[in-house]
């Protein structure tokens, strides 16, 4: 599995305006788009490409435009609606699918609970948007279900990583013939008692949604 931590220091400057807990709401959610538009330039370097021939006001020349099928951008609700617009600012054309995961507080494994997306992902390449990879349990299963339904590339986007959730997915994939990338915007110290990550942000979905 290739890991790419954003090294910017307007990466690492909204990283710490997020962390703030006195940060709001609004000026969460504001700051979340703005980073995963910078974490999508990274996130798709990989991003097939095909040639088209065009014409400048100068001369015919070939440049590339995005190949099909589409890409496919999955954000994992609820956090990962947060980082939607910021991913498809840079990918307008990519569709779009939803995977509704939920992680059990006590036992901390992750569970599906609503999914709409393309029955067959064959030669799909798939960018799944999870905001934090704390234990891995929900990005290990999201990409397990993209992966069994054909998807041939995966770059999974976080904003920050735990170490403990980077082992489970290399465990998971670092032999895998899938291609499997993670973008986050920093890697940091731990996961605590409560499965959250530490100095981490706290909830992400209850600060960019509230707590409902
Ligand atoms: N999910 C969160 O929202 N925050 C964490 O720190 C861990 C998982």
Known sequence: MRIHVADHPLVAHKLTALRDQRTDSPTFRRLVDELVTLLAYEATREVR???????????????VRLAAPKPLVVPILRAGLGMLEGMVRLLPTAEVGFLGMIRDEDTLAASTYATRLPEDLSGRQCYV????????GTLRTAIRFLLDRGADHITAVTLLAAPEGIAVLRDAWDAGPVPVTLVTAAVDERLNEHGYIVPGLGDAGDRLYGVV
Do not use: F, H, Q, S
């Open 49 to 63: 490409t095909e040639p088209v021939r065009i014409t400048t006001p100068v001369a015919a020349t070939t440049g």
């Open 129 to 136: 948007l999870d905001p934090m990879l704390a234990t891995g």
